[in-house]
């Protein structure tokens, strides 16, 4: 991630995959609300695209996946919370 403290000549460590994949689901959720419990992984992948270009790919692969498993969960919470 850009300007971040996150290194790009090779793969993340692990804390530092989930702190971002944390960011950046907060950061989509603000930006879209409840909305990002319906979305693809593909769409989740795009989104998040800008953010981690400079990752490796395998990164930016798995970050995509880890962001969307926690919108799946957020919305299961959710959804058994009511």
Request: overall charge negative; glycine content about 2%; some cysteine.
């Amino acid at each position: 991630m850009r300007g971040y403290r996150y290194s790009t000549d090779r793969r993340l460590p692990e804390r530092d995959m989930l702190d971002l994949a944390d960011a950046l689901a907060l950061q989509l959720h603000e930006t879209l609300g409840d909305r990002v419990y319906l979305l693809p992984r593909l769409d989740v992948a795009e989104l998040i695209r800008d953010y981690v270009d400079d990752l490796c790919p395998e990164d930016q692969h798995d970050l995509s996946w880890m962001i969307w498993h926690l919108f799946q969960d957020a919305r299961e919470i959710e959804e058994h919370s009511h």
